[in-house]
C-alpha cells in the first residue's frame, strides 16, 4: 500500500502522511483505516472544507470490486474526493460532481463481479449434480431402512425398537441408529405419502 494522504490539493508541511506497506490482500490495513478515520474527522469538523483522499493507483485502494464500492461509496458519503496519482484513471474525482462516473464505474464493477460469483457457484453446482453429487447433509435414511423400518412398524415394533435395528449409513453420524423422532418422521411422512388423497 502506498502513501494515503487526506488533505487539500497541495500538501502542507503539517499535513500528515499515511504509508501503508501491507498488501491490499491482507485484511487489517492500519494506516489505511487512520487515513480515512482522518479524512473524516477533518470533513465533520470542517463540512465545507475540501478534502481529498490520495492513493498512489486505484489498485493500491483495494482487494476487489466489492471493497472498492464500499470505499467509494463512504467516500461519497462524506463528500470526500478521490485523488488517483498514476494509472489510467489519474485524477481527482469529486463524488458528487464530475467524479460521479468513476463512483458509478465501481457500483457496476461490484454488480458485475457479484454476478460472477452467482454463476461460477451454479456452474458448479451443475457440475457436481451432473457427477451425481448433491449438495446438502447426506440423508439419514436411504431408501433400505425406510423400507425396512415401516416393514417392522407393520409388524407391530414398537418406534424405540425400530430406532435400535437401523443404522445410519453415511454422513457424520455413519454407524450410529437414528434418533425416535427421525424414525417418526419417517413413518408419518410414509403414511401420509400412503393416505388416498
Same mark, same amino acid.
Given at each position: 500500500?502506498?502513501?494515503?494522504? @487526506?488533505?487539500?490539493?497541495?500538501?502542507?508541511?503539517?499535513? @500528515?502522511?499515511?504509508?501503508?506497506?501491507?498488501?491490499?490482500?491482507?485484511?487489517?490495513?492500519? =494506516?489505511? $483505516?487512520?487515513?480515512?478515520?482522518?479524512?473524516?474527522?477533518?470533513?465533520?469538523?470542517?463540512?465545507?472544507?475540501?478534502?481529498?483522499?490520495?492513493?498512489?493507483?486505484?489498485?493500491?485502494?483495494?482487494?476487489?470490486?466489492?471493497?472498492?464500492?464500499?470505499?467509494?461509496?463512504?467516500?461519497?458519503?462524506?463528500?470526500?474526493?478521490? =485523488?488517483?496519482?498514476?494509472?489510467?484513471?489519474?485524477?481527482?474525482?469529486?463524488?458528487?460532481?464530475?467524479?460521479?462516473?468513476?463512483?458509478?464505474?465501481?457500483?457496476?464493477?461490484?454488480?458485475?463481479?457479484? =454476478?460472477?460469483?452467482?454463476?461460477?457457484?451454479?456452474?458448479?453446482?451443475?457440475?457436481?449434480?451432473?457427477?451425481?453429487?448433491?449438495?446438502?447433509? @447426506?440423508?439419514?435414511?436411504?431408501?433400505?431402512?425406510?423400507?425396512?423400518?415401516?416393514?417392522?412398524?407393520?409388524?407391530?415394533?414398537?418406534? @424405540?425398537?425400530?430406532?435400535?435395528?437401523?443404522?445410519?449409513?453415511?454422513?457424520?453420524?455413519?454407524?450410529?441408529?437414528?434418533?425416535?423422532?427421525? $424414525?417418526?418422521?419417517?413413518?408419518?411422512?410414509?403414511?401420509?405419502?400412503?393416505?388416498?388423497?
Amino acid at each position: 500500500m502506498n502513501d494515503h494522504v @487526506p488533505a487539500g490539493h497541495g500538501l502542507a508541511a503539517d499535513e @500528515p502522511i499515511f504509508s501503508e506497506k501491507i498488501s491490499t490482500r491482507i485484511k487489517a490495513r492500519p =494506516e489505511f $483505516v487512520k487515513a480515512m478515520e482522518y479524512a473524516r474527522t477533518i470533513k465533520s469538523a470542517v463540512p465545507h472544507q475540501r478534502v481529498i483522499f490520495t492513493v498512489h493507483e486505484m489498485k493500491r485502494l483495494g482487494r476487489g470490486a466489492a471493497e472498492l464500492l464500499a470505499i467509494a461509496e463512504e467516500l461519497r458519503y462524506h463528500d470526500i474526493e478521490l =485523488e488517483l496519482l498514476t494509472g489510467p484513471l489519474q485524477g481527482i474525482y469529486n463524488p458528487s460532481g464530475h467524479g460521479a462516473a468513476l463512483f458509478a464505474f465501481f457500483a457496476g464493477m461490484a454488480e458485475s463481479e457479484r =454476478e460472477y460469483v452467482r454463476e461460477k457457484s451454479l456452474e458448479g453446482q451443475a457440475t457436481a449434480r451432473e457427477r451425481g453429487r448433491h449438495g446438502g447433509r @447426506p440423508k439419514v435414511f436411504d431408501d433400505d431402512m425406510i423400507a425396512y423400518a415401516r416393514t417392522l412398524r407393520a409388524r407391530g415394533v414398537a418406534v @424405540p425398537d425400530i430406532a435400535r435395528k437401523l443404522v445410519i449409513p453415511a454422513g457424520k453420524n455413519k454407524g450410529r441408529h437414528p434418533s425416535v423422532a427421525s $424414525v417418526y418422521r419417517v413413518l408419518v411422512d410414509g403414511e401420509s405419502a400412503a393416505a388416498p388423497a
